[in-house]
């Protein structure tokens, strides 16, 4: 069957050149009778192909190139990239129980998101293309990898701009949605109906183990949520204190503690900025602190109260941090790139009198992969700081 002709404009044409996948609808010239949702041929005003998009009726961000390959975006070609993508996996995420099977743009499958906890696949439908693929998604899933449930955490707002509806349960199979996972030889329990994101936050898992190997005296993890970083990190530590706003989280962060016997850590509700001021006040000093926020900028429009939240919350942490002590300071706001996080802890390092250098400069896990070409794949900033 043949598919869906749109026109797209020069402009767009260049972007696809420069191995960018997103096409805008101010760049289609005709698209007329296109079903939401579909595969589409993109072509210039001359017919020529350009490649193969799905198609919303609804965002500005109106096509998302699949293919440039003249080729039918049929199942098959579903399958081997999904499959791909898994086998990937394989290599780079080897051991790992938890982990990104499908990272959308990364995986050239935009705006799709496939996460295994297990033998349980968590899946985000975020266009209106994907969510016409799901049906499909989740027969491949069953066929290859037969997992014993498949959840979907479709709970996101940019749903709303596709024109899609929140929503989120079980999509095959059945049992517990509370799972329990090992990660970097800790025990942790994932909600995946309820849990952050799909569950839990996957892109840290190779951040956590390496921000283990600076772990020594007493700790401070600030928006420790269930205690990923505090928990990993307890054992070449004589004491952690983890810091959260949400008591649910911490609730979470007790029952992984439980799971692994862990002696040392202690947890207390609080805003994370309020207890840095606190703490300077009251002379508390650590050895190591973790900083890993939300996102602070997730518009454009948001960078400049971002960079002084930044700044703000890294001028603290630097100021009750020991001598010959490691800060490791996360960013996953996109709006704020690694120059920009670098920029606000120097004019930090300076105002708190501290000499600061970078040991590592990391990212999200590699099962998250970055596309050069695309820098709304590289979200997650994560710096390992040495403060003299």
């Not at 579909?38 to 609804?58: I, K, N, T």
Request: with cysteine.
């Amino acid at each position: 069957m043949s598919l869906p002709e749109i026109q797209i404009t020069s402009r767009a044409v260049d972007r696809i050149v420069s191995g960018h996948p997103w096409i805008y609808r101010s760049d289609i010239r005709e698209a007329d009778a296109i079903e939401p949702g579909s595969v589409v041929r993109l072509v210039d005003r001359r017919r020529r192909f350009w490649g193969q998009a799905l198609y919303s009726s609804q965002s500005q961000l109106a096509l998302r190139l699949l293919t440039r390959e003249d080729r039918e975006f049929d199942r098959a070609f579903l399958a081997e990239r999904i499959l791909e993508a898994a086998h990937y996996r394989s290599r780079i995420a080897q051991g790992a129980q938890a982990y990104r099977v499908v990272s959308s743009e990364g995986d050239l499958l935009p705006s799709l998101i496939i996460d295994r906890y297990g033998d349980c696949f968590v899946i985000q439908t975020l266009s209106q293309g994907t969510e016409r693929l799901k049906s499909i998604v989740i027969e491949i899933l069953q066929e290859h990898f037969s997992p014993r449930m498949m959840v979907e955490r479709n709970d996101v707002a940019v749903r709303s701009v596709e024109g899609l509806p929140e929503q989120k349960g079980v999509l095959a199979g059945g049992g517990e949605c509370k799972v329990r996972i090992e990660e970097n030889g800790i025990q942790f329990e994932f909600d995946l109906l309820e849990g952050q994101k799909t569950g839990g936050f996957l892109d840290q898992r190779e951040n956590r183990a390496a921000a283990r190997e600076y772990a020594r005296g007493k700790m401070l993890d600030c928006f420790c949520y269930q205690g990923g970083f505090a928990l990993t990190m307890a054992a070449r530590c004589e004491s952690v204190l983890g810091i959260d706003s949400s008591r649910e989280a911490l609730e979470g962060a007790r029952r992984n503690q439980a799971l692994n016997e862990i002696r040392q850590v202690d947890w207390r509700e609080a805003n994370c900025f309020d207890f840095l001021k606190s703490a300077d006040h009251d002379g508390l000093r650590f050895d190591t602190i973790v900083l890993d926020p939300p996102a602070f900028a997730r518009h454009k429009s948001n960078q400049e109260a971002a960079l002084r939240a930044y700044k703000e919350l890294n001028l603290r942490a630097l100021k009750i941090l020991n001598p010959d002590g490691f800060l490791i300071t996360c960013s996953c706001s996109f709006h704020v790139s690694e120059a920009d996080l670098l920029e606000v802890i120097a004019s930090a390092a300076l105002d708190a009198h501290r000499t600061v250098s970078v040991v590592e400069r990391r990212t999200q896990s590699r099962d998250h992969p970055i596309l050069i070409t695309v820098p709304e794949t590289h979200y997650l900033k994560c710096l390992i700081l040495r403060a003299l």
